[in-house]
């Protein structure tokens, strides 16, 4: 069931970048991001209304609140980097990014997190990870590919401290500090970065698309699903299982509504799910302890 949820997140991350692209159109990227954040938090803050559950029950380390800012920029991140390197170099360098961090989370059970050694044996599956990977890198542009890199990075560094979040208070209150630190954020950014937005905000009236205002619940719901798949799953294979889900949606929504097919990104994402899969039943033959349960 795990993988599974792994999978759909990654659909919705799909959604959410369609939300969050005509978002940043109309608005543009700085205030898009406030936008974004708003929506998550309000959706959050219902969500606990709901569920008579208070987000000031439990307190953790201070560490531990800063998801939503590491979120932030992460998305700073690759606004910056979509300006000089293709989709698909970028989706690569995400990739390689958070396969490293998720290696090295699950080789030495970083910030807490589960130990999940790498075996010799897998390597098969990891060279056809990085095929896929060089496949879709096809602009090399030092300070970009850097950036992109770092990006993945903040990914799991993000997801992973809202994970540890959770296991203090719940999911649902791990997902709404998200938003409030990420809204805080996401602010500051606005203030200080996107003051030529601020100059035309006046100027500007919502969208015929609400589509384009559903980025933040989107957004809520892959929070709410990696706060509840990262202790289950490897930091490794929750990325992949995210990444394949994101990849073919996205090649499935391009065709059917831009009429548009990226080869590289199928041919990328094919090697990266062949290399999930070849990993897996090797997991399932000799570690079948390490798999989920349900």
Known sequence: MFYFLSLF???????????????????????ASVIIHIVGLIAMTIVLLIRRESPFAHTAAWILYIGGGIGVLTTLFNNFAFGFITVSALLALNLLGQSVTGLLVD?????GMVKHPFHVRKLAGLALVVAGIIVMIDTFILIPVLISFAAGICIVLSRTINAKLSEKSSVYVSTFYNYVVGLSLSLVALLILGQGELGTLSQLSLSLDPLIYLGGLFGAAVV????????????????????????FSAIIFDMAISQTFEPLLLA???????????????????????????
Do not use: C, E, W
């Not at 997140?9 to 205030?31: D, E, M």
């Not at 999930?276 to 349960?293: E, N």
């Open 9 to 31: 997140a990654g659909l919705l991350i799909t959604a959410l970048i369609a939300s969050n692209g005509g978002l940043s159109a109309h608005y543009g990227i700085y205030t």
């Open 107 to 111: 080789q030495f059970g970083l910030m």
């Open 224 to 247: 709410l699903i990696s706060n509840i798949t990262v202790m289950k799953v490897s930091a490794f294979y929750l990325t992949l299982l995210m990444f394949v889900g994101q990849i």
């Open 268 to 294: 990328g994402g094919a090697l990266v799910a062949l290399g999930l899969i070849v990993d897996l039943l090797i997991d399932r033959k000799y570690r079948p302890q390490d798999l989920p349960t349900n």
